[in-house]
């Protein structure tokens, strides 16, 4: 299996519920993000993982928690989350090596409802 | 904080007609990338750009970076229905920030 695989696809649950979205990438690179994709806004940049350490947190409700154990996997934690949360949810990686302009590789998405 | 407006959000086009999408940027960055979303899949890439002036072209797209401007271009050349889908212009490293989109529609 290769380039980035996000589990599940698609994922509804309730505001009281816990829930984990999980993501894998084959390419061997070193950063790797979360993202929001909802109707009403662009795409949003919530958590950027760099050699397995939290370089950004834009501001995300302490609701969404980010996991990265090693420089494959990236998870994000849920719990209590509102129905305005509901949306496509995307991780990416990529290779950061000083200038090399290296695009990020996305996963297909959780389609997320909160409900 | 790093801004990216897109324009048009919306293009409605004829086949085999050309039209370019516009990227700018609010603060200096040395890369911009362009991307393409189909309805309910991943975003896929389509063109790094690393420098002033860098033009790069795959079939029917091309674009075009003017880092002075803040602008970068994606221009699309006698479209073809299979070019139907929402293009991204994204800037930025690890901060990487992504335009609103354009959803391209190309009619017979």
């Known amino acids: 299996e290769t380039g980035v695989t996000q589990t599940p696809r698609h994922l509804v649950m309730g505001m009281t519920n816990k829930k984990s979205l999980k993501c894998e990438q084959h390419?061997?690179?070193?950063?790797m993000y979360w993202y929001k994709q909802s109707a009403k806004k662009p795409l949003e940049l919530m958590f950027v993982y760099s050699l397995e350490e939290r370089v950004e947190n834009n501001s995300v409700p302490s609701r969404f928690s980010p996991e990265c154990p090693n420089s494959s996997h990236l998870f994000l934690h849920l719990h209590t989350l509102q129905p305005e949360d509901s949306a496509l949810y995307l991780c990416a990686s990529s290779q950061e090596e000083g200038a090399l302009g290296l695009e990020a590789f996305f996963g297909q998405g959780t389609r997320l409802t909160v409900v | 904080e790093l801004k990216v407006e897109q324009n048009p959000l919306f293009l409605s086009m004829q086949e085999g007609k050309n039209y370019t999408i516009y990227c700018n940027y609010s603060t200096t960055s040395d890369r911009l990338y362009w991307y393409r979303q189909d309805p309910g899949k991943s975003l896929e890439s389509l063109f790094v750009l690393l420098s002033n002036g860098a033009v790069k072209q795959e079939g029917r797209l091309m674009a075009s970076l003017d880092t002075k401007a803040r602008l970068s271009t994606l221009h699309i050349t006698a479209a073809v229905h299979d070019l139907s889908a929402t293009y991204f212009c994204a800037v930025g490293r690890a901060d990487m920030r992504f335009g609103a989109g354009t959803r391209l529609t190309v009619k017979p």
């Open positions: 390419l061997g690179h070193n950063a």
